[in-house]
């Protein structure tokens, strides 16, 4: 059974648990997924109101992306936890085991590609959020502000979750490369959903 299909008492029982998956990738998925739905919901509550008619086609346009951002960061979950398995496995070869090394690297840059990839999706889906919070129902910006800082959240998480298996990488260059880029990215969205959502609580 996918992780995504478990009950919310379930998946959080199975993060709670002394389990090596669902952890931190994982629960950084599922927030950014919530953060962006948060979105969605600002741009149901917007359509078919006449008051926002200039902007309906704009918010429909981010409601499509946003619900495909939605399914792809829930579809992460499960593929976190597939990369983390054979690293799990690869740390408890004995010291001395053939190609251990090779077997190491391959399997810390295999587990790093998804929480990366996690950190994107949640990049864009700021970028989304900022359209929602400005575009969306003033009655509903709170939510905008919420998912945007949700999104804060799982951009952190995320990264997190890239630098412990860059770390131990012996291939210094690919190491630092990709923390250049989750550097760049946490830098610059982490300000960016800041912004929004100061600029939602102001206009309280």
Not at 1 to 23: C, H, Q, R, W
Not at 33 to 62: C, H, P, R, W
Not at 107 to 132: G, N, Y
Not at 154 to 174: E, F, L, P, Q, W
Request: proline share 2%; with cysteine; hydrophobic share 45%.
């Amino acid at each position: 059974m996918k992780m995504i299909d478990n009950t919310l008492n379930e998946f959080t029982g199975l993060l709670a648990a002394k389990t090596s998956v669902p952890g931190g990738g994982g629960a950084s998925a599922l927030v950014a997924s919530v953060g962006i739905a948060l979105g969605n919901m600002v741009g149901q509550f917007t359509v078919g109101k006449k008051k926002y008619i200039e902007v309906e086609e704009d918010i429909k346009a981010l409601m499509a992306k946003s619900e495909e951002l939605r399914v792809k960061l829930l579809n992460c979950i499960d593929q976190d936890a597939i990369a983390f398995e054979p690293l799990s496995k690869a740390y408890s070869l004995p010291k001395d085991a053939p190609n251990r090394d090779e077997i190491m690297e391959q399997c810390l840059k295999d587990a790093a590609k998804v929480p990366f990839k996690i950190l994107e999706l949640a990049c864009e889906a700021v970028d989304l959020q900022k359209d929602f919070a400005d575009k969306g129902s003033v009655i509903m910006i709170s939510d905008a502000a919420t998912g945007v800082a949700m999104l804060q959240g799982a951009i952190k998480g995320a990264a997190i979750n890239v630098k412990i298996n860059t770390k131990s990488m012996k291939d210094r260059k690919y190491a630092d490369d990709l923390d250049a880029q989750v550097e760049k990215l946490v830098c610059e969205y982490s300000a960016k959903a800041e912004s929004i959502y100061n600029d939602v609580l102001g206009r309280l």
